[in-house]
């Protein structure tokens, strides 16, 4: 008979493992990677501390091209990983901003906020609003990082993410419509396999009671792990249909605060469905903006991470570069 301190009191494999003691056992996400300048790309990064306090910090990318005297556009990347895995400094996303960086040619702040359990939501979306509010302070010349003062085009601040962090971003959005970032215009959102749901299904949701999928990396995915999922992080949550989850019952989605954004689904993924339901949410809002979906056939979730060299993928970092250089939606 297994101990007390052995007792699983959460089970969220693959993603972590919390026993009756109180201990949290992350199964995925702990690697981390120095910053360095990448040799394949070219593009150089560092880390920085936003807050000690409160224990928030960044990994910060500059591509090769940079010049002095060169505004470039600004990406903010938000990490996913259920709100509970991952960091900014993971062999994943240093990989994945290389790359974005250097097929865009913008400067980028990936955010590492802290994680649930042991800081449940809403923490993750209080770190990410105090981050932006961190890189708009370099508007005005007076915040601490020469790579955003020198480089960065406040007028041009685009936000995005996967999963959990596609999630964040949008309601970062939607904060910046309401309350506004003095000194930064937020052009558009990109948002990977976002991590939205609801009480009642939608499209093939209904179906996907069992695991299914066909990437070994994510065929967790269910429904039931989905919802699950949501309540770990967020115990004090209204439920499924939170306005945080589901941005379908947000009564001010008209007044996202930017003009553009772009979804990527794929075919496979559970939540392909929520990100077509957020399209034709935003449409019938009042919000003046355009919306594209992507639908990636034959792929799972948030596969571009996982096979960053994939056709799909390089397709899929192609979008996003020309998106944020003003070519699409």
Same mark, same amino acid.
């Given at each position: 008979?297994?101990?007390?301190?052995?007792?699983?009191?959460?089970?969220?494999?693959?993603?972590?493992?919390?026993?009756?003691?109180?201990?949290?056992?992350?199964?995925?996400?702990?690697?981390?990677?120095?910053?360095?300048?990448?040799?394949?790309?070219?593009?150089?990064?560092?880390?920085?501390?936003?807050?000690?306090?409160?224990?928030?910090?960044?990994?910060?990318?500059?591509?090769?091209?940079?010049?002095?005297?060169?505004?470039?556009?600004?990406?903010?990347?938000?990490?996913?990983?259920?709100?509970?895995?991952?960091?900014?400094?993971?062999?994943?996303?240093?990989?994945?901003?290389?790359?974005?960086?250097?097929?865009?040619?913008?400067?980028?702040?990936?955010?590492?906020?802290?994680? %649930?359990?042991?800081?449940?939501?809403?923490?993750?979306?209080?770190?990410?609003?105090?981050?932006?509010?961190?890189?708009?302070?370099?508007?005005?010349?007076?915040?601490?990082?020469?790579?955003?003062?020198?480089?960065?085009?406040?007028?041009?601040?685009?936000?995005?993410?996967?999963?959990?962090?596609?999630?964040?971003?949008?309601?970062?959005?939607?904060?910046?419509?309401?309350?506004?970032?003095?000194?930064?215009?937020?052009?558009?959102?990109?948002?990977?396999?976002?991590?939205?749901?609801?009480?009642?299904?939608?499209?093939?949701?209904?179906?996907?009671?069992?695991?299914?999928?066909?990437?070994?990396?994510?065929?967790?995915?269910?429904?039931?792990?989905?919802?699950?999922?949501?309540?770990?992080?967020?115990?004090?949550?209204?439920?499924?249909?939170?306005?945080?989850?589901?941005?379908?019952?947000?009564?001010?989605?008209?007044?996202?605060?930017?003009?553009?954004?772009?979804?990527?689904?794929?075919?496979?993924?559970?939540?392909?469905?929520?990100?077509?339901?957020?399209?034709?949410?935003?449409?019938?809002?009042?919000? %003046?903006?355009?919306?594209?979906?992507?639908?990636?056939?034959?792929?799972?979730?948030?596969?571009?991470?996982?096979?960053?060299?994939?056709?799909?993928?390089?397709?899929?970092?192609?979008?996003?570069?020309?998106?944020?250089?003003?070519?699409?939606?």
């Amino acid at each position: 008979m297994a101990s007390k301190s052995n007792e699983i009191l959460h089970e969220l494999s693959p993603l972590m493992q919390v026993y009756k003691d109180g201990r949290v056992e992350r199964l995925v996400g702990k690697d981390v990677v120095a910053a360095s300048v990448d040799q394949e790309t070219g593009v150089e990064s560092k880390d920085v501390q936003i807050s000690q306090e409160l224990d928030i910090s960044a990994r910060l990318y500059l591509p090769k091209k940079a010049k002095q005297g060169t505004k470039l556009p600004l990406l903010v990347y938000f990490h996913g990983g259920g709100f509970s895995v991952e960091s900014a400094f993971s062999p994943f996303y240093h990989t994945y901003l290389n790359a974005v960086v250097a097929e865009a040619d913008v400067v980028a702040v990936s955010v590492n906020y802290r994680l %649930a359990p042991e800081h449940p939501l809403p923490t993750a979306y209080e770190d990410s609003w105090i981050a932006l509010q961190w890189v708009a302070s370099h508007s005005n010349w007076e915040g601490p990082e020469t790579w955003l003062r020198g480089y960065a085009d406040f007028d041009r601040v685009f936000l995005g993410g996967d999963s959990a962090g596609g999630n964040i971003a949008h309601n970062m959005a939607l904060k910046v419509g309401l309350e506004k970032l003095k000194g930064v215009n937020v052009e558009g959102i990109f948002l990977n396999c976002p991590y939205f749901w609801g009480k009642e299904p939608v499209g093939s949701e209904a179906t996907r009671l069992e695991k299914k999928g066909h990437l070994e990396a994510s065929s967790f995915l269910c429904r039931s792990y989905v919802e699950a999922t949501w309540h770990f992080v967020y115990p004090n949550t209204t439920g499924l249909d939170d306005p945080l989850l589901n941005p379908v019952m947000e009564p001010n989605l008209s007044r996202l605060g930017c003009r553009r954004v772009l979804v990527c689904v794929a075919e496979q993924d559970i939540l392909r469905d929520r990100g077509w339901f957020y399209k034709e949410a935003l449409e019938k809002s009042e919000w %003046a903006g355009d919306v594209e979906v992507v639908e990636v056939a034959g792929e799972d979730h948030v596969f571009n991470l996982f096979f960053p060299k994939g056709e799909n993928a390089l397709s899929l970092l192609k979008k996003l570069a020309s998106f944020i250089n003003g070519n699409g939606v």
